[in-house]
């Protein structure tokens, strides 16, 4: 296990729950989406953890939980050795400047009536940083350097420029508060291909100069390899396996991962036709309504009659990895 | 496979007239497609694979859109010369359509069983008791639990992807001797998408239908595909069988793309090489070869004179005037 001053974020056992209500006048609570059930990981300095999974399963939810832009219902959020779940005004303020946020949409995150350069020097005015207003103008033009813009283009505005553009933006006005964690929530799924790279290596470029640790949430397992040191893999609101990039992809052992790999097809006829995939059955049932015991049970080509009665828990294997799976207690 | 192509595309150009000026969507794509195979368009967004799938079904709105010229051979019949109603008795029938977006695609104050049995009244004349019969069969096919159940439900009590085998069974009621899948899984989970695209692989081979399949993904393509067409700024750029193209993509584009996608099985701490720039904007097209602005091996020639589609060997074409 690591050193505590090596960790930046410990989440343990975080749960969001919304309500689901009836009724204009009296709302009635008539159920819960558990969109996270008990979700726990580290993630260390200058470290990029993948979280990933399919549409639903919590992976945004998680994210802006730790940001607490959203109500935690049950957990703990330490980051930088501290609890900010329970955080309000001033101190949260602090923190959530040493955390930001890239979206997944370039075009919806930026507000379309800002130049570029207010778009960046926003967070810096928000949180009193970046000293006089010439100041201000001298950081915006070097964050958008830094991003792969050009100085001048600060006095345009989002429409006139590209989505991989866009994407550098929204990037440099995260940047713009020195923050230590980013989150970047599906950074790179509306972009195109031969964009992807451009932005994808931008992280990797600005990771290794600021040292910044990434929490990097994609449904794309091919981008996430690319990226990230460490995977995390949710179904339904929990995590059903954490591992290092090279165990998770060599030797997969929840039969979800397993599941989640052998759908992605490798740009390769010949390797494709010696696979001869088979997908699984099923799609992700709702979050209001869970299955007992396991939550992939129906959907699982091991299922055992324990697994539809009891969840597993995720257990610790030797080799630092984690699996939450009947097959493997560990 | 037989040697006389079911679809012949050649020179297809569809503009659209917008206040910027013209946008050459499609600009001079030729491609054919045999029956029983499983052709691949492949390209970014906006490279102009839903223009041309929409034009040869003849589905642009005109204003804006107009096919300017180029032919569309099906059987032997030039559809872009035949009138609406014939055109409607082919769309539907013998060609059939498959969206990325199965709800906009579905009507949902229609039922599933209505919806599904439709094109057989319609182009078959079948009566609707019978056609609910068949139409039983039909989600049957399409791997829908229950289908005698779930006959009289409506679109929004599916989940995406049972709206999507709900469109496969619409797309196949009439036995099309050839269906375009448009991005048809786009939308849907990892693990529901190679679900559909396996189903609609298996069930075009079953029937013999050959299968127009347009997608931006690479893996997809190399998963299911026999030959593979490459389009750039509304144009085909490469074109052959999909073995050759991965084992040697012959233009620049087409490597740039492989470089740029990262992969499984990819050496890992390998950076990503990515094309530089961006595709150009299509109402004003730079003279010569469209991606000569990004391409590693422009040449001086590359800028003033358009490449044509060439064959590099019988089988496999490229549009470019270098020789690597
Ligand atoms: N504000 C909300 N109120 C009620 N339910 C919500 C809310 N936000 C999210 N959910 C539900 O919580 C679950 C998890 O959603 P979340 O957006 O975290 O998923 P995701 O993994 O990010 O999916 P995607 O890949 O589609 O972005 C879903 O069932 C979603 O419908
Ligand atoms: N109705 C329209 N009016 C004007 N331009 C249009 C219209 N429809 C399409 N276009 C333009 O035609 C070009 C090709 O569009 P098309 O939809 O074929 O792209 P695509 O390859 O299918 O992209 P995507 O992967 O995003 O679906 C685009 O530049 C688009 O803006
Ligand atoms: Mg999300
Ligand atoms: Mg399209």
Known sequence: MSEPTDTILQVENLKVHFPVTQGIVIKKEVGRVRAVDGVSFTLKRGETLGLVGESGCGKSTTGLAILRMLPVTEGRILFEDEDIAPMEGRQLRAMRRRMQMVYQDPYGSLNPRMTVDDIVSEPLEVHGLGGTKAERREKVSALLELVGLRRDMGSRYPHEFSGGQRQRIGIARALAVEPALVICDEPVSALDVSIQAQVVNLFEELQERLGLSYLFIAHDLAVVRQISDRIAVMYLGRIVEIATRDALYREPLHPYTQALLGAIPIPDPEIEKARDFQPIVGEVPSAMRPPEGCRFHPRCPHAMAKCKVELPPLVEMADGRAVACHLHPG | ???????????????????????????????????????????????????????????????????????????????????????????????????????????????????????????????????????????????????????????????????????????????????????????????????????????????????????????????????????????????????????????????????????????????????????????????????????????????????PLAPVDPTHSKACWSDV
Request: glycine fraction near 8%.
């Open chain 2, 1 to 307: 496979m037989s040697d006389v192509p079911l679809l012949s595309i050649d020179g297809l150009t569809t503009h659209f007239r917008t206040e910027r000026g013209v946008v050459r969507a499609v600009d001079g794509v030729s491609f054919d497609v045999r029956s029983g195979e499983t052709v691949a368009v492949v390209g970014e967004s906006g490279s102009g694979k839903s223009v041309t799938a929409l034009s040869v079904l003849r589905l642009i709105a005109d204003p804006p859109g107009r096919i300017v010229s180029g032919e569309v051979r099906f059987d032997g019949v030039d559809l872009v010369t035949l009138s609406d109603p014939e055109m409607r008795a082919v769309r539907g029938n013998r060609i059939a359509m498959i969206f990325q977006e199965p709800m906009s695609s579905l009507n949902p104050a229609l039922t599933i069983g209505m919806q599904v049995a439709e094109p057989l009244n319609r182009h078959r004349g079948m009566g609707w008791p019978e056609a609910r019969r068949h139409a039983v069969e039909l989600l049957r096919k399409v791997q829908i639990p229950d289908p005698e159940k779930r006959l009289d439900s409506y679109p929004h009590q599916f989940s995406g992807g049972m709206r999507q085998r709900v469109m496969i069974a619409m797309a196949l009621a009439c036995g099309p001797r050839l269906l375009i899948a448009d991005e048809p899984t786009t939308a849907l989970d990892v693990t529901v998408q190679s679900q559909i695209l396996s189903l609609l692989k298996a069930l075009t081979r079953e029937t013999g239908a050959a299968l127009i399949l347009i997608t931006h993904d690479l893996g997809v393509v190399a998963r299911y595909a026999d030959r593979v067409n490459v389009m750039y700024a509304g144009r085909i750029v490469e074109s052959g069988p999909a073995g050759a193209i991965y084992a040697r993509p012959r233009h620049p584009y087409t490597r740039g793309l492989m470089a740029s996608i990262p992969r499984l099985d990819g050496d890992v701490g390998r950076r990503l090489v990515p094309i530089p720039g961006q595709p150009p904007d299509l109402a004003a097209l730079p003279a010569g070869c469209p991606f000569a602005p990004r391409c590693v091996n422009v040449m001086d020639r590359c800028r003033v004179e358009r490449p």
